[in-house]
């Protein structure tokens, strides 16, 4: 099993630019989460997901989008880049919402 | 609020014992996790208790005393390899379920 896979690992962009962060889990898993996390300010939810065609927003939806059309895979768009968003996005995914998560390596993104 | 705190920092020697601390609000409380961190890598699960008492994973405990909203993360034999951030989360139930992380430990073990 590959677990949680995340793409791409590093990216850079320019303010304004949009992409999309892949995650990918094949422990056919519920329930999936992104976060970023930022120096001094630990991890905080982004959206979430409890299953294919469901998801929810969390502490800092703003800016970034997410969509769940299957179990597996769990992407998130962030639609105009800014220099804020700046940080390491981390994608987990869990049998529920309190139970073990298992994370992605991460993505780490510099917004200019 | 559903503040957690934990120390910042710790430093501790190799082969020694060291405990790390979390506190939290009680109100809703339904789990508590830890998780190890290395730097520059994803969190990585170590240790779950939703009851009062110790729980033994070979040279890593966790304890729980849900009365007095603690917990700490008890590493034994402390190898060079323990260097990293131990991060502690909160479950909270009822109508605002939410996992709450705190902002995690950061341990350096000495040789």
């Known amino acids: 099993n590959a677990g949680v896979t995340q793409t791409p690992k590093f990216q850079v962009l320019k303010t304004g630019q949009s992409m999309t962060l892949q995650c990918a889990q094949d422990?056919?898993?519920?329930?999936m989460s992104w976060y970023r996390q930022d120096p001094g300010m630990g991890l905080r939810l982004i959206h979430y997901s409890v299953g294919a065609g469901i998801t929810d927003q969390g502490e800092v939806p703003n800016g970034y989008n997410v969509s769940r059309s299957t179990t597996e895979d769990f992407p998130l768009r962030l639609l105009s880049a800014a220099p804020s968003q700046t940080s390491v996005y981390f994608c987990?995914?869990?049998?529920?919402?309190?139970?073990?998560?298992?994370f992605g390596p991460g993505t780490r993104l510099t917004v200019l | 609020g559903q503040n957690i705190d934990q120390p910042t920092e710790m430093t501790a020697t190799e082969g020694a014992i060291v405990q790390i601390n979390c506190t939290y609000q009680?109100?809703?409380?339904?789990?508590l996790f830890w998780y190890q961190q290395h730097a520059g890598e994803a969190p990585t699960f170590l240790s779950y208790n939703v009851l009062d008492g110790l729980e033994e994973k070979g040279r890593f405990s966790s304890f729980l005393s849900r009365s007095k909203g603690y917990s700490y993360l008890l590493l034994k034999e402390l190898q060079m390899k323990d260097s990293a951030s131990y991060l502690c989360?909160?479950?909270?139930?009822?109508?605002?379920?939410?996992?709450?992380w705190g902002l995690g430990t950061s341990l350096a073990v000495n040789p």
């Open positions: 987990a995914s869990s049998y529920g919402r309190f139970n073990e998560q298992f």
């Open positions: 422990m056919n898993h519920e329930y």
């Open positions: 989360a909160v479950a909270y139930a009822g109508n605002n379920r939410k996992l709450i």
């Open positions: 009680t109100s809703g409380f339904n789990g």
